[in-house]
């Protein structure tokens, strides 16, 4: 099984912050795995 370093929402800044805030939103109050997975790199899950 791999090890994926997460960065938690209380530790979250700036545009992590805000992709966490709407990833909150969308899942009513959840936070999910994917999205969790990809915060060391928040810019890769933008809406574009």
């Known amino acids: 099984m791999a090890w994926i ?5 209380d530790d979250a800044e700036g ?3 805000e992709l ?5 939103k969308a899942g009513g109050g959840k936070i999910g795995p994917m999205v969790r997975a990809g915060s060391l790199n928040p ?6």
């Open 5 to 9: 370093q997460l960065v938690e929402p």
């Open 15 to 17: 545009k992590l912050k």
């Open 20 to 24: 966490y805030d709407r990833a909150a």
């Open 43 to 48: 810019m890769r899950s933008k809406d574009e």
